[in-house]
């Protein structure tokens, strides 16, 4: 088995990252869906647990939409087929057709699914200021 260095487990994971982030940008569902499992949920602090149904249609909707997200990635920490991504993000976009832009720490679980890293669940805490 050949070992990774964790410079090369953040530069990989940074590049997966900087994916999901572009599908986000699109506000295309079947973009996003391309980078998560079929049960992926979402942890912020407004809505607590979202399932995707519920990002997904908000989405649809028109009523969250993305124009910018960055993602820093800072620690990737590896269990098997499952990796726990730790970083700090900014994004900007509307809600509800009032711009809203945040400054966040995201954790994100992958899951390696036929050789891929698909994203299980995203958990979100405003940086305070």
Not at 4 to 19: K, S, V
Not at 58 to 86: F, P, Q, W
Not at 101 to 108: H, P, Q, R
Request: with cysteine; proline share 2%.
């Amino acid at each position: 088995m050949n070992s990774i260095t964790d410079e090369q487990l953040l530069e990989q994971f940074q590049q997966i990252e900087d994916n999901f982030n572009a599908a986000v940008i699109s506000n295309r569902v079947d973009d996003i869906k391309k980078c998560i499992t079929g049960d992926w949920v979402l942890v912020d602090s407004q809505g607590g647990i979202i399932p995707q149904e519920g990002f997904f249609n908000v989405l649809e909707k028109g009523l969250l939409s993305h124009t910018t997200m960055t993602k820093k990635i800072l620690r990737v920490k590896l269990y098997d087929n499952i990796a726990l991504v730790t970083g700090r993000g900014q994004n900007t976009g509307t809600w509800q057709g009032q711009p809203m832009e945040a400054d966040e720490w995201i954790t994100d679980v992958y899951k390696k699914e036929n050789e891929r890293w698909l994203c299980v669940l995203t958990h979100l805490t405003p940086v305070k200021k």
